[in-house]
């Protein structure tokens, strides 16, 4: 090769080289936003999936059971004056349940985490389509579980009491644009019962609960 024709070579992948680097810049700028955005739904959607499956199994499995977490106060008549939460309960369920949402949340794949390129390019022609955008999950951080109460009307002279758990989970991950935290906030139904009556006046303990 001649010294022309090997200058010739350098300057054609010059090019090229500066091409692949200002469509990898260009493709960043334009299209990082709308496939975080898209990384970020994905993300929330698989995390709450997760969190709702560990709660399942454990109500499945007979581990949350309202009658655990709650006695109920009557008077003579038979009419439900007072409830009372056994905190213990509370407290050996929050820690069953984290470690349960940590395990699943644990299985988040980078195969189930990604985004087909299609869907951020032309998304009304090419949704689910192309190459596929990997998500890594870095880390996992389950901040907490709050346990909650909640009564609505259930019809004439009948309250539905339902406990609800609030679970807040940070997750980290890798994708191109970079690596970002996303907060997912879930809330599930964990046990609930209708009282027949009017509503106890006296409430003690779920209110008191972190």
């Keep these: 090769m001649t010294l022309a024709q090997r200058d010739r070579l350098r300057s054609i992948l010059t090019v090229v080289l500066l091409l692949t680097v200002g469509l990898t810049l260009l493709l960043r700028l334009r299209l990082a936003p709308m496939a975080e955005q898209l990384i970020v739904t994905q993300v929330d959607n698989?995390?709450?999936?997760?969190?709702?499956?560990?709660?399942?199994?454990?109500?499945?499995?007979?581990?949350?059971?309202?009658?655990?977490?709650?006695?109920?106060?009557?008077?003579?008549?038979?009419?439900?004056?007072?409830?009372?939460?056994?905190?213990?309960?509370?407290?050996?369920?929050?820690?069953?349940?984290?470690?349960?949402?940590?395990?699943?949340?644990?299985?988040?794949?980078?195969?189930?985490?990604?985004?087909?390129?299609?869907?951020?390019?032309?998304?009304?022609?090419?949704?689910?389509?192309?190459?596929k955008i990997p998500v890594r999950v870095l880390a996992v951080r389950t901040s907490d579980a709050v346990f909650r109460s909640s009564f609505e009307s259930a019809g004439i002279n009948q309250t539905k009491h339902s406990i609800m758990i609030d679970i807040h989970v940070v997750i980290t991950i890798l994708t191109w644009a970079g690596t970002q935290e996303i907060a997912v906030d879930s809330s599930v139904v964990a046990a609930e019962t209708v009282i027949v009556g009017t509503v106890p006046t006296t409430y003690f303990g779920m209110e008191e609960l972190p």
Excluded: C, F, W
């Excluded at 470690?99 to 985490?113: A, W």
């Excluded at 390129?117 to 032309?122: C, E, Q, T």
């Design 46 to 131: 698989q995390a709450s999936d997760a969190i709702n499956a560990a709660i399942d199994e454990q109500i499945t499995s007979g581990e949350i059971d309202y009658d655990r977490m709650i006695s109920v106060e009557k008077d003579a008549k038979g009419n439900v004056n007072a409830l009372h939460t056994n905190i213990a309960e509370i407290n050996r369920l929050k820690t069953s349940i984290l470690k349960r949402v940590d395990e699943k949340l644990e299985n988040l794949s980078m195969e189930e985490l990604s985004v087909p390129i299609g869907s951020v390019l032309l998304p009304e022609l090419l949704s689910g389509r192309g190459p």
